[in-house]
């Protein structure tokens, strides 16, 4: 069973967030937690110190446990694997506490929501943060919540290893879906991106691993271009996979610009 951890907190992007694993769950054999690290202050500033000032951080999240519990209770209707929010402790980085647990608790998979807002600083700060530049593993970023049947897009720069592979075969129902596999040659032209079908023998190795596991194979691909240019090739599909990106580089950028869920493989 594959235990999986949602980061939650009372808005809209953890609601798309839970509806999409619980759609993951119709296909995987998976546990659904939903985790909410409270943050003192994240609703305003303290009007004062000492004595008030800790009584007012106090229901501050007391006020965002409830709204917490009230949003998983109420999702729980639609998904019964869905289960009761686990309060992580206040005190220290939200980031770093969030990692601490999933590490101590062994979980296969995270997931966290974003609102897609076309800012690429948002999605910056995200990747370069210290949870996503050390996942102790695989995370899923939910953008919206498209049928299955659109596929799953890797991109990829060269060599997919096969450690990468595995750790993907661990998470997601190869059989349910078709996967393209887009090895991505970056340059700085910002003319139309060029698709070449013939040149993938660097992605057949994985590509062979991944149909020995039951998977289907739609199409196998070499595009060069801006991120820019390649941006209308990552904008349909149910799931994109890649690695880390490092934060502003060309993939992180191609990234930052669609508007897909994102599974990042540590």
Known sequence: MLKTAI????????????????????SLDMSIGTIHAP???????????????????????????????????????GCRMLEPPQFLPSEGD??????????????????????????????????????????PC???????????????????????????VEKFLAVFPVQSVELSLLNCRFGHKSSAAKKDSSTNSELEPAASLIQNAGGIIKEISTVQGSPSSMAALARDAFLIVSPVPPAKGPMARLLSRSPCSLLFLP
């Not at 980061?7 to 119709?26: E, F, K, Q, T, W």
């Not at 943050?39 to 303290?46: H, M, N, R, V």
């Not at 601490?100 to 600083?121: I, N, T, V, W, Y």
């Not at 991109?155 to 997919?160: R, V």
């Open 138 to 164: 695989p995370a899923l970023v939910v953008q919206n919540v498209p049928s299955m049947s659109k596929g799953v897009l890797w991109l990829a720069q060269g060599k997919i290893p096969k450690e990468t």
């Open 39 to 77: 943050e003192p202050g994240e609703e305003g500033s303290a009007i004062a110190t000492g004595w008030v000032r800790r009584t007012w951080e106090d229901a501050v999240v007391r006020d965002s446990m409830d709204q917490v519990v009230r949003m998983v209770r109420s999702e729980q209707a």
């Open 7 to 26: 980061a939650v907190d009372a808005n809209l992007a953890s609601r798309i967030a839970i509806r999409y694993a619980c759609r993951l769950g119709r």
């Open 94 to 135: 939200r980031e770093d506490r969030i990692a601490q647990h999933l590490r101590s608790s062994h979980f296969g998979l995270f997931m966290e929501g974003l609102l897609h807002r076309f800012k690429p600083e948002r999605f910056m700060d995200k990747i370069g943060s210290r949870l996503y530049r050390a996942l």
